[in-house]
T-cell receptor, first 117, second 113 residues
Framework: DTGVSQNPRHKITKRGQNVTFRCDPI?????LYWYRQTLGQGPEFLTY????????KSRLLSDRFSAERPKGSFSTLEIQRTEQGDSAMYLC???????????????FGQGTRLTVV | AQSVTQLDSQVPVFEEAPVELRCNYS??????LFWYVQYPNQGLQLLLK??????LVKGINGFEAEFNKSQTSFHLRKPSVHISDTAEYFC???????????FGGGTRVLVKP
C-alpha cells in the first residue's frame, strides 16, 4: 500500500468553473477526511466519512462544495462556481476503524493545490 | 469547541542547537494531542502523539513532547536539529479516537548552517 493518494496534485482553473478532486485512502481504512489549508495557516476540517456515510460537515463547506464516497472507498470533492477565495491546498486523510492499533492516527495525502484565476 | 494556539509563527535555529516549539490548547473535554510535520509541497506526517499514560512522548526523528494538563500545553522539543528539520510543524488535538483534528496555525522552523 502506497498511502493516501490524491489527484490531481495541482489544478489551475478560471473563476466560475467547476473542479473535482479525488482521494484514494489507504485500503481498509474506513474513515476519510477532507481538510483545506490556505497559505500560512494550519489545515481546517471540511468533512468526514465513515465508510460511505458523510457524518460531519464544517460550516466552511458552503453549498458550492460537495463530497461523496459512494462505495466507501475513494472520495471526490467537487467545488462548483469556483471563486478566488477557494484557492488553497485540499488535503485528504484516512484512518483505520476503531479497535485497530493507532485508530487515532490520520494518514495524509500530499494534497491537491487549487489556484483559481 | 476546541482550539490550538502555536505561539511562534517562525523559529530560526542554528544546526545542532536545541529547539522548542510551543503549543497550547483549550477544550472542555479530554483530548488526544498530536504533532505533525509538513515539508514543502507535501502532506502532513505524524511526528508523535499523546493518547494517555506517560506525559513524555517520544516520536520519530529525535523529537519528543511533554503533555502538561494543568498548563494545557504540549510543547515539542529536539535537543539537536539538522538542516533536514527545516519544515512547518503543526500541533493538533482531537476529542475522540478517529475524530477530526483541530490544528494550530503552524510554526515554521528554519535551520541555519
Amino acid at each position: 500500500d502506497t498511502g493516501v493518494s490524491q489527484n490531481p496534485r495541482h489544478k489551475i482553473t478560471k473563476r466560475g468553473q467547476n473542479v473535482t478532486f479525488r482521494c484514494d485512502p489507504i485500503s481498509e481504512h474506513n474513515r476519510l477526511y477532507w481538510y483545506r489549508q490556505t497559505l500560512g495557516q494550519g489545515p481546517e476540517f471540511l468533512t468526514y466519512f465513515q465508510n460511505e456515510a458523510q457524518l460531519e460537515k464544517s460550516r466552511l463547506l458552503s453549498d458550492r462544495f460537495s463530497a461523496e464516497r459512494p462505495k466507501g472507498s475513494f472520495s471526490t470533492l467537487e467545488i462548483q462556481r469556483t471563486e478566488q477565495g477557494d484557492s488553497a491546498m485540499y488535503l485528504c486523510a484516512s484512518s483505520p476503524r476503531q479497535g485497530v492499533a493507532s485508530p487515532t492516527e490520520a494518514f495524509f495525502g500530499q494534497g491537491t493545490r487549487l489556484t483559481v484565476v | 469547541a476546541q482550539s490550538v494556539t502555536q505561539l511562534d509563527s517562525q523559529v530560526p535555529v542554528f544546526e545542532e542547537a536545541p529547539v522548542e516549539l510551543r503549543c497550547n490548547y483549550s477544550s472542555s473535554v479530554s483530548v488526544y494531542l498530536f504533532w505533525y510535520v509538513q515539508y514543502p509541497n507535501q502532506g502532513l506526517q505524524l511526528l508523535l502523539k499523546y493518547l494517555s499514560g506517560s506525559t513524555l512522548v517520544k516520536g520519530i526523528n529525535g523529537f519528543e513532547a511533554e503533555f502538561n494538563k494543568s498548563q494545557t500545553s504540549f510543547h515539542l522539543r529536539k535537543p539537536s536539529v539538522h538542516i533536514s528539520d527545516t519544515a512547518e510543524y503543526f500541533c493538533a488535538v482531537s476529542e475522540a479516537a478517529g475524530n477530526k483534528l483541530t490544528f494550530g496555525g503552524g510554526t515554521r522552523v528554519l535551520v541555519k548552517p
